[in-house]
């Protein structure tokens, strides 16, 4: 019933852009922070951008500051990221994943979108 689907990944230039997004479906969108984690082989799944569930604050891993975006629109139930400045460290599977904020705690994940960074 609860479906995230990621879309937007493929292949770009060091120094491209990107912007990935994230359709969710079967939750109350709008009560969820969501979050874009990253994971590349050999490597601990890293989260990399997380947004409240009105929007109104955003966080993101040290790497990827200054050069990415989190943002959300709960009209359409998409969560989007927007990645500048791309350097090939940023290679990796994306996810889109949310926390239901009530117990029982109940993480969603989508099956993910590539984004390879290279010359």
């Known amino acids: 019933q609860v479906q995230l689907v990621e879309s937007g990944g493929g292949l770009v230039q060091p120094g491209g852009s990107l912007r990935l997004s994230c359709l969710a479906s079967g939750f109350t969108f709008s009560t969820y922070p969501m979050r874009w984690y990253r994971q590349s082989p050999g490597k601990e799944r890293e989260l990399v951008a997380a947004i409240s569930p009105t929007g109104s604050t955003a966080s993101y891993t040290d790497s990827v500051k200054g050069r990415f975006t989190i943002s959300r629109d709960n009209a359409k139930n998409t969560v989007l990221l927007q990645m500048n400045n791309l350097k090939p460290e940023d290679t990796a599977v994306y996810y889109c994943?949310?926390?239901?904020?009530?117990?029982?705690?109940?993480?969603?994940w989508g099956q993910g979108t590539q984004v390879t960074v290279s010359s």
């Open positions: 994943n949310a926390v239901r904020p009530v117990v029982p705690i109940t993480q969603y």
